[in-house]
């Protein structure tokens, strides 16, 4: 069974350092990797969606890697910013099928 | 933003009642999703739809069912709610081409007493 796992939980940064966010996943037969970000008390916005043949997707200051062979993702931040601070969200669907598994999240602070 | 609607947005309701809760969108997206967020749980799948009257079982199903006659609306019925149905709801939207990017709806906060 395909399994998500988001480590950290929570994450403190100061503002204008570079992060890096993990999405690890248990099965390499994937059909594509989604990263949202969700602010408190509201949706999912999305911000780079990896298609399973794709290496890596940016926008702006985001970058998102996709590494099938290891099970691992990662979204890279550049300069962060008060404005960043929301909880991080990865989501897969599985080769073949379009129903995503989403990961629990790694909570991030960036500190002015 | 995408068009995706939800409603009611909150809602309070006791258990036993049955409750339905409506996602709309305008986008004319073929997959359409709902999911519940627990804390603890994160975000799993209850249902969903990949046309009008075509659905499928996610995660979570039990307890939940779902209706799909237009494209455009996707409805999640509690036929009988229970205390451990209380969460955030949130419906999603996707087109095939493309990857099937996600998109989401604001959610419906729903306490059941």
């Known amino acids: 069974k395909q399994e998500v796992t988001q480590i950290p939980a929570a994450l403190s940064v100061p503002e204008g350092e570079n992060l890096v966010l993990n999405c690890s996943f248990t099965?390499?037969?994937?059909?594509?990797l989604q990263w949202f970000r969700q602010d408190p008390g509201k949706g999912l916005t999305s911000l780079l969606l990896i298609q399973s043949s794709q290496r890596e997707q940016t926008s702006g200051r985001l970058n998102a890697s996709l590494d099938k062979s290891s099970g691992r993702s990662t979204l890279y931040i550049a300069a962060s910013q008060p404005g960043d601070s929301a909880t991080y969200l990865c989501?897969?669907?599985?080769?073949?099928?379009?129903?995503?598994?989403f990961g629990t999240g790694t909570r991030l602070k960036v500190l002015a | 933003d995408a068009g995706i609607t939800q409603s009611p947005r909150h809602k309070v309701t006791e258990t036993g009642t049955p409750v339905t809760l409506r996602c709309h969108q305008t986008?004319?997206?073929?997959?359409m999703y709902w999911y519940r967020q627990d804390p603890g749980h994160g975000l799993r799948l209850i249902h969903y739809?990949?046309?009008?009257?075509?659905?499928d079982k996610g995660e979570v199903s039990d307890g939940y069912s779902v209706s799909r006659s237009k494209t455009e609306d996707f409805l999640l019925t509690l036929e009988s709610a229970t205390s451990s149905q209380t969460s955030v709801y949130f419906c999603a939207i996707g087109a095939s081409e493309g990857g099937n990017e996600q998109f989401f709806g604001p959610g419906t906060r729903l306490t059941v007493l």
């Open positions: 099965d390499s037969a994937i059909y594509n």
């Open positions: 989501a897969l669907a599985p080769s073949g099928t379009y129903k995503y598994i």
């Open positions: 986008e004319n997206h073929r997959y």
């Open positions: 739809s990949y046309g009008v009257k075509d659905t």
